[in-house]
């Protein structure tokens, strides 16, 4: 499209964001930019009209002596005038009245008094840019407002301080918090109209109001099947390994446990692939919150029965075996087996909480997302495609920091571990935590064993519903990375992307972000290598996060089936145990209501779906047909996972793409 002089108008429509604080009252001015022309400055101004309100849309028409066919960027500015001056602008539309085209400028930021902004149309690599000076220049500022920190020692490096732009919405911020607001209502009435202590397994239950509703877990008692599908379905589905060999610290015979193998051999069923193991060592000398609470460190043995059915045949509750470390087993006085898979979820849910949700998503991809904001300028293509996933992450870490991780917060009080058990075993995680192996799905299942369809065959819900979504990521992000490196000496010669490969892998200790296992180790030289790494980050901002997530009321709200808190010592040998034993071992209702805040809180989704992007800096006519691709494979996946729930004897519903948000925003 050529570009000539001659008068024109534009129509110009601008949308404030939502943010608390986002409207302006400033005078807002703007030049447009094409190929070696661009307009005068023109004031953005509806008579009789307050323009730029919060979250409003507002349209302008501006006329020029310059027609500019093809609007490549535009540059923007407001003054300091008017009571309300603070402006959060999302996205600006340019339209040419002459050919009646479109241009889209994504924003997402807050335009500060009397400084320039420059907005591009174009997608392009940093070496293709006309506009390379203004470029760096911005990348400069940004890199100011984002600096890396590790803000707790050992732990994963995460923003210093959460800039302006990362804060969430106003309307996200009201929703989360009269949630919370009613559902500690409704706990405080609950408080004063009951003691603290239980009456009976039915009394367990009076605390499921209407406000909080009926954990899924809490329908089952003692159930050994539904403890396996704890493991396969649930929000730590990723432990289980096919046991090939039993450890010689687990103090588990052949003879033991023969009653369960409906008579089959051990090596008949270790060599049919139906023996499996978790083996929670990491928990070893893991600090609690106090003296008198126990933090358990267990080996557990589940055999895969022929009604497809996974269930615990085994529980060693302490590492080294010995005559005060007894294996449980189903054969064992009822609720001496039941306190003891009790002591043993214990361990599996601050595992959980510490490492596959805390660590593994919110934290460790943290610290990706402020690499990426510093290296990639905003026309760069892969900031484009991964910003969406990054959505207000930083700002509920920073809500965490003050709220959930902190001494005496809500982790603190109400987990054995405590804040100092949660941050040993993360800090323990570091040391060996791979994106391409553990962040990987495919290699994480294969590393365990587990990743043949023909290994748990119809019960591995998790497995195999997550392996649509990991697919459907990594064709979305090959399509898109070729369209911007055809070549491998594309990908070389972007020195952007090869910045934040290199401060990824770059040790925390010298400002890193000290991520292990980018592939490459962050020097990208082919395309593969760059798939791969964007497919991790996308996959566990999203579906990866809404497995570890979502689930947390429906497991952590029963306490027989999944206690984050434990009173007491675990069994130490088989005699058998009361009812009433148990009662008082689980937490008490103080302790069960404010973990129900918590988890009911954090499993609501408050965001857009997986593909539905809230920011949409993707705007090339290519990379948007891209995009749309990806939404019709979700649209896909979605129909496959509801007609596979049909025939499941349990459905599972949580990696339903459309219960999937884009990104860690809970």
């Known amino acids: 499209m050529g570009s000539g002089i001659s008068k024109a108008s534009y129509n110009i429509t601008v949308k404030t964001g939502d943010q608390k604080g986002s409207g302006t009252d400033a005078n807002v001015y703007i030049i447009l930019h094409g190929k070696g022309l661009q307009t005068k ?80 149309h174009d997608t392009c690599l940093p070496q293709d840019d006309l506009f390379l000076e203004t470029r760096k220049l911005e990348l400069r500022a940004i890199q100011a407002e984002y600096q890396l920190q590790v803000q707790i020692p050992g732990l994963p490096a995460q923003v210093k301080k959460l800039p302006e732009d990362e804060k969430f919405s106003f309307h996200y911020k009201v929703n989360f918090a009269l949630e919370g607001i009613k559902l500690k209502a409704e706990s405080f009435k609950l408080m004063m109209t009951n003691q603290n202590k239980w009456e009976d397994v039915e ?66 069923v270790m060599d049919g692939k139906k023996l499996f193991i978790i083996n929670l060592s990491i928990l070893e000398d893991c600090p609690t919150k106090r003296e008198d609470l126990v933090m358990t460190c267990p080996l557990i043995l589940f055999y895969f029965n022929d009604s497809k059915h996974l269930m615990p045949i085994a529980i060693q509750l302490f590492q080294q075996k010995g005559p005060r470390n007894p294996v449980f087993l189903p054969s064992d006085p009822k609720y001496t087996w039941m306190l003891a898979k009790m002591w043993y979820s214990l361990a599996d849910s601050t595992y959980h909480q510490s490492l596959t949700h805390l660590n ?25 495609l991964l910003d969406p996933h990054f959505l207000y992450l930083m700002a509920i870490n920073s809500l965490a920091l003050v709220a959930l991780i902190n001494p005496d917060g809500i982790i603190d009080k109400n987990s054995n571990a405590g804040i100092k058990g949660h941050f040993h075993i993360m800090r323990k995680s570091m040391s060996f935590w791979k994106l391409d192996l553990h962040g990987t799905l495919p290699e994480d299942l294969k590393n365990r064993g587990v990743f043949d369809q023909s290994v748990l065959t119809g019960a591995y819900h998790m497995r195999d519903d997550a392996l649509l979504l990991y697919d459907a990521i990594k064709t979305y992000v090959e399509k898109y990375v070729l369209l911007y490196y055809s070549t491998d000496s594309s990908l070389t010669a972007d020195y952007e992307l090869q910045s934040w490969g290199a401060e990824l ?126 939404r019709q494979t979700l649209r896909q996946v979605g129909k496959t996972i509801e007609s596979r729930n049909k025939k499941r004897e349990y459905p599972y519903d949580w990696l339903l793409p459309k219960a999937i948000p884009n990104a860690i925003s809970i």
């Open 203 to 268: 009394d367990v239950k009076t605390v499921y109001t209407k406000a909080f509703g009926v954990p899924e877990s809490s329908e089952y008692f003692n159930d050994d099947a539904q403890f396996g599908r704890q493991r396969l379905s649930s929000l730590n589905s990723l432990l289980i390994e096919l046991c090939t060999t039993i450890p010689q610290n687990f103090g588990v015979t052949e003879d033991m446990i023969k009653p369960f193998l409906e008579g089959k051999t051990m090596k008949q």
């Open 41 to 120: 400055e023109c004031t953005l101004d509806n008579f009789f009209k307050n323009d730029f309100e919060r979250g409003e849309i507002d349209k302008f028409s501006i006329d020029s002596e310059v027609n500019i066919s093809e609007v490549q960027r535009i540059e923007l500015r407001r003054d300091n005038c008017g009571l309300y001056s603070n402006w959060y602008l999302d996205w600006i539309e340019v339209t040419n009245k002459k050919n009646s085209i479109t241009f889209v400028f994504p924003a997402m930021k807050w335009i500060k008094a009397n400084g320039r902004y420059f907005f591009n």
């Open 505 to 630: 892998v770059k040790s925390r200790d010298d400002g890193g972000v000290g991520i292990l296992g980018v592939p490459g180790n962050g020097n990208f030289k082919t395309t593969n290598q760059l798939v791969l790494t964007l497919t991790a980050i996308i996959y566990t901002c999203s579906a990866g996060h809404a497995a570890a997530n979502f689930q947390q009321y429906d497991e952590y709200g029963a306490p027989f089936n999944y206690p984050y808190y434990l009173s007491g010592v675990p069994p130490k040998d088989k005699s058998p145990v009361t009812i009433a034993t148990i009662l008082k071992t689980i937490p008490n209702r103080d302790v069960l209501l404010q973990m129900m805040i918590v988890t009911k809180v954090l499993s609501e989704k408050a965001t857009k779906s997986l593909g539905d992007f809230e920011k949409q800096f993707i705007v090339d006519p290519k990379a948007v047909k891209v995009v749309e691709e990806f």
């Open 360 to 384: 593994y998503t919110h934290l460790m991809m943290e610290g990706i997302s402020v690499a990426t904001k510093r290296n990639l300028a905003l026309q760069h293509p892969i900031l484009k």
